[in-house]
Each structure stands twice: as C-alpha cells, then as structure tokens.
C-alpha cells in the first residue's frame, strides 16, 4: 500500500469518528434544552407533548391557591391565553402576582403545567426578553380578538 493511500485511510476514518462524535454531542444537547413558549403558543399545540420547555408570562391576579403541603397552583397568562401551572416546592422570594414568571416543567393531563422550577423576575425593571416578547403577542392577539367581537 502506498503512502498516500494510507493517509487517506486515515483521514477517511477521523472524518467518521468526528462525525460520530458530532452526532452523540448533538443527541446530548438535545435532551437537555428547554424551549421557551408562551400560553397562546401551548394552547395552539405548539409546545411538546412530552418534553421539558419553558412557561413565561405573568401571573395572573387572584389566581394563586396554595393547596396542602408545598403545592401551589397559579395562572400564567400573556393576556390573550392562560395556563394553569402547579408546582411542589418553595416559591421563590419575589414571585407575586401581576409579575413576570418563568416556569420549566412539562404538561400535565387536563391542560396543566406541572412545574419543576419556577423563575421570577429579580428586579422593578427586568423582564425576560422571551417574557416580553410573549406579552406583546399576546396583548396584540387580545385586541384582535376585542375587535372581532365588536368591543372597541
């Protein structure tokens, strides 16, 4: 066998393990992320059935009940759609109603987002880019719909 025969052998085999190593990374990184969708979004069925993602946009007033234990139960809306989120565990400090949330979990049966993180905002004047975005659609698609029914 020649010189050059065998050094492309064996840039023909680092090409294929690379790729195969591409293609594990890729499988790993996929499992681990976490898409962002608003309410509208999981109620169009856009969200995955059967994936973790991400829940943002507001609580909504009044709609926090706290059930036994750590469990509590809340809406998050972006003013066109609402979801129900539950979550077992502590809150965190500066989640309150009318504030932006994030939550990471998967949906549940009935329509429900069992949460296993909640996220609130940190600060007066932070919202998440994805939150503000989402609440902007919303808003958008909430007066559509207050046209269409003839309300001004």
Known sequence: MKARHKRLGFI????VILGLAAVLVF???DKNLSYFFS???VVQHQAPENHVFRLGGLV???SLKREEGLTVRFSVTDKANTIIVRYTGILPDLFKEGQGVIAQGRLGT???FVADEVLAKHDENYMPPEVADALEKGHQAGVAKMK???QP
């Open 12 to 15: 023909l085999v680092g090409l």
């Open 27 to 29: 499988k790993a990184l």
């Open 39 to 41: 309410p509208t979004e």
């Open 60 to 62: 909504e007033q009044g």
């Open 110 to 112: 009935g329509g429900v």
């Open 148 to 150: 269409q029914a003839g």
